[in-house]
């Protein structure tokens, strides 16, 4: 049978797969630790295939992640995709916000609690899925924090494919309904998500799960590709350009040193143009509760030194953060700076987001704006340049966080006699 | 100062307001009910300024609602518009649905939970707000069930409008939080929907509300061709065409009324071509709480009456469905039926949808899909002809319906023996 696309089919422009720590090189495939070493591995280029992708056939793509497939490892043929419409989010300019911060150059909102299951894991989810079915896997399993296990489950049964989650079992009862609700396999847990993510570890060597991959465990280096876009859509919604400052949030660190790699690969095959001032600063936002990133800049440590999360921005709580030493290395090198907020911090983040925006965010968000916000205070961030932040997930996943004196104005009975007893009329 | 368009000024193609009852024509503006019998006023459209409107500017037209603005009462200049985003929302092939139900055509869910606030009221506070701001109002006000609560204290924070917004004090407490956080004015009266209606009618005509629009009463001719562009998109996501069958939710009856009308303009201005087999047939949903619209149907009634609400589908509940009429009109006409679903078939309805496309809708959504299932059991939809089914908004707003039993399947200890245990290895 002969198949009829409505593009003709692109090659992957991934070439091999790279050690991040000594820079051995692999065949493309289901691996995810550098024999050599141990280093984590991730996709590498061919840097004439990224070259060859221009910015009309861009344009001319879905409204979707898919658009950028040509810079992605996956998908060029658009009959394997797993397309939910993730991705191509709103960047909202908040003036108002800019004017509370005291920012006189804008500051945009990259809001995607518009994915599918309303946060930014949907864009590596879309991917990895994608890669697991190319690479022959039958069975879609992750360990998550809520978001991810939300999106799994979700992408699993759109695509009809079983899915086995892994969650710390205390997590938000959203979160936990959301994800049981598509009817896939869902464990919880006893202990922490650095519990969860050693155990998937370890069922990801059994003959039991030999078919099954792990989004965040061997198909990592394809599912850590999919935050590239937030950096893609960035630039061509700015109308193809790099922002001065980013401020993204940092759980496990692959989110923010992705979009600093998105921009380089931009910039490296021609998209978009090198920047007067250089690459954009990057700045790290992590909850006082979860800030191992966060201190180790603080303090100049090179490693990051595990600690027991705690805190109500429980996406983020990850203690051990596989990616924290390549965030530490982005935000020094671009001249950045990282910041950590208490949980009081957190719930003002997200009211005041949401008052001058019209943006409810889950506490994850909370965590961003609140750094945004200490480190304008602090002067650490130069208000007088261009500022995109990275709002990852919705406010009614996390709903709990804000729900003390989220009431009505006032209570009154259906009578303009009760309006005016409460003197709004 | 010259202000510069990205396309040139299109004037409106509304040209007076129309009563729906008589037929009486009045100049555009703020008015809601005709002078002569005191029926409901719609808006009347220039055929001809209707039939200049291409498919070509359209698609080149941005990624939201406002695509269709040669369609609508306002909007023409893009820099009146309101514009979070909303619209252009997946249309998802849900062929996993259609197998369980025994469809032999495609079944398609059109998701507006994917709208900013997550409901398809985004659509029509998009339309009201811009035109509130183009009729002079300085402030935004409205009666909700709940999702318009939401949707217009978001907007009224996104651009930086005071709003005022009335509630039933009972509401889910999810869409309560969600509406207070935007930090505008929230009531919550002691009653039903009906209710508050009443009173916001009754304040729409006192001095002090004097500058102060309410989207669905003084403004509500206006906002109510929002919902068109539910049955636009569908059509253009199609490929220029109607579907044959289409099941919708019917609180007030406006949704169900106004796709049908976006179908009939499609095809008046040679957008879409007219189907061999006539306009598409529409069938109504409704909860077994709330069904006076089906129940009218059921017994042959001309008029709709009045019914006190029950049942967990809140956003549905409204007793006195002003709407209810022409919803009735709409179905006959084309040859559909309707039906009521109870709260456990609602619920069941949420969790088939969910197993079966990833999408998990709020109860609203429940009912339409327990509807079509229940339709489909009793021969009264035809499974071999193409059906549209709108899900109007999120499972996370009403989660509390579901969270019965979306447990996970297991809770173990962080270890491959805690698996084994749970039979899961």
Known sequence: MTVLLDRPIV??????????????QFPLGAQHACFECFGPLEIGYDPAALAR???????????????????????????????????MTPLIRADRLA?????????WIKDDSANPTHSFKDRVVSVAITAARELGFERIACASTGNLANSVAAHAARVGMP???????????????????????????????????????????????????????????????????LGFEVAEQLGWRTPAQVVAPMASGSLLTKVLKSFK?????????????????????????????????????????????????KSLNIGSPADGPYALDA???????????????????????ARTTGVFAETAGGVTVAVLRKLAEAGEIDTSRETVVYNTGEGLKTIDAVSEGAVPTAIIPPTLKGMREAGLL
């Open 331 to 353: 935000v020094r090198t671009t001249g950045g700076s990282m910041a950590a907020v208490d949980d009081d911090e957190i719930r003002a983040g997200i009211r005041l987001l």
């Open 99 to 107: 004017d509370e911060l005291g920012f006189t150059a804008p500051v």
């Open 11 to 24: 090659p992957s422009p991934a070439s091999a797969l790279v050690c991040r720590n000594c820079g051995a």
């Open 53 to 87: 992708v221009t910015r009309e056939e861009i344009e001319a793509g879905p409204h979707s992640l898919w658009r950028y497939a040509g810079l992605l490892p996956v998908g060029q043929d658009p009959s394997t995709r797993v397309d939910s419409g993730t991705g």
């Open 163 to 229: 899915s086995i989650v892994f969650i710390p079992a205390d997590l938000e009862p959203a979160k936990i309904v959301q994800t049981a609700i598509y009817g896939g396999t869902l464990v919880g847990v006893e202990g922490s998500y650095d519990d969860v993510n050693r155990l998937c570890s370890e069922l990801a060597e059994t003959d039991e799960f030999e078919s099954t991959g792990f989004v965040n465990v061997n198909v990592r280096p394809y599912y850590a590709e999919g935050s590239k876009t």
């Open 265 to 313: 690969e931009l910039i490296a095959a021609g998209l978009v143009p090198t920047a007067a001032d250089g690459l954009p600063v990057m700045f790290g936002a992590q909850s006082a509760g979860c800030s191992p990133i966060a201190t180790a800049f603080a303090n100049g440590w090179d490693e990051v030194r595990p600690v027991k999360p705690t805190g109500i921005a």
